[in-house]
Nanobody, 117 residues
Framework: QVRLVESGGGLVQPGGSLRLSCAAS???????????LGWYRQAPGKQRELVAD???????NYLDSVNGRFTISRDNAKKSVYLQMNSLKPEDTAVYYC????????WGQGTQVTVSA
């Protein structure tokens, strides 16, 4: 089996912070360090969008609206990818999904992030 399991979502007030984690398991991730990793989100009634991604070499890319507030990182030894989210806004409310890609695409089940007073 190949699994991506997200954690760290929840309810936070505007201006607050959350850290999402995604742990990979299964023989398909034996060479986790070679995977391209990313975080996507999908708000109600909207299409899924790429929030941030990180290459196997560590190059990062961010959605314009989160640039400077969110930071993606990876720990290949732990087969994990993280998303530090600061200065959260109500428009960041969505289900956040972890994604891993080599020759195939793998998705986590998603974790809800709600930003509300």
């Amino acid at each position: 089996q190949v699994r991506l399991v997200e954690s760290g979502g929840g309810l936070v007030q505007p201006g607050g912070s959350l850290r999402l984690s995604c742990a990979a398991s299964g023989t398909g991730f034996s060479f986790f360090g070679l995977f391209h990793l990313g975080w996507y989100r999908q708000a109600p009634g909207k299409q899924r969008e790429l929030v941030a991604d990180i290459s196997f070499g560590g190059t990062t890319n961010y959605l314009d609206s989160v640039n400077g507030r969110f930071t993606i990182s990876r720990d290949n030894a732990k087969k994990s990818v993280y998303l530090q989210m600061n200065s959260l806004k109500p428009e960041d409310t969505a289900v956040y999904y972890c994604h891993a890609r080599n020759s195939y695409n793998y998705w986590g089940q998603g974790t809800q992030v709600t930003v509300s007073a």
